[in-house]
């Protein structure tokens, strides 16, 4: 079973810094794509920035310039930075594993979520 745990959300005042982290657990042998969506009250679940696992990344165009996306593949981790909150971001941010191959029993995730960390933005 594949399962991916965030942390490092919280409150933090505008102009602030969070990092988030995902770690993916659950004898992975390979992910392809991870990612960051988030999903404010009242709104759709959108993409935040992804990174494959050769390092490529996109990111939403409200993020752009503040927000860096990385990922460690030894550590099965994905981490978000970042910088220069503003309130609009506030959210839950949810984790995201693309392409995902397991050693035992030998098997393939299309895609996994994890369960969310809450980032609030507010003075």
């Known amino acids: 079973q594949v399962r991916l745990v965030e942390s490092g959300g919280g409150l933090v005042q505008p102009g602030g810094s969070l990092r988030l982290s995902c770690v993916a657990s659950?004898?992975?042998?390979?992910?392809?794509?991870m990612g960051w969506y988030r999903q404010a009250p009242g709104k759709e679940r959108e993409l935040v920035a992804t990174?494959?696992?050769?390092?490529?990344?996109n990111y939403a165009d409200s993020v752009k310039g503040r927000f860096t996306i990385s990922r460690d593949n030894a550590k099965l981790t994905v981490y978000l930075q970042m910088n220069s909150l503003k309130p609009e971001d506030t959210a839950v941010y949810y984790c995201?594993?693309?392409?995902?191959?397991?050693?035992?029993?030998?098997?393939?995730?299309?895609?996994?979520w994890g369960q969310g960390t809450q980032v609030a933005v507010s003075s």
């Open positions: 990174i494959t696992a050769g390092g490529g990344t």
């Open positions: 995201n594993a693309g392409g995902i191959r397991t050693y035992y029993p030998r098997t393939y995730y299309a895609e996994a």
């Open positions: 659950g004898s992975i042998s390979s992910i392809n794509a």
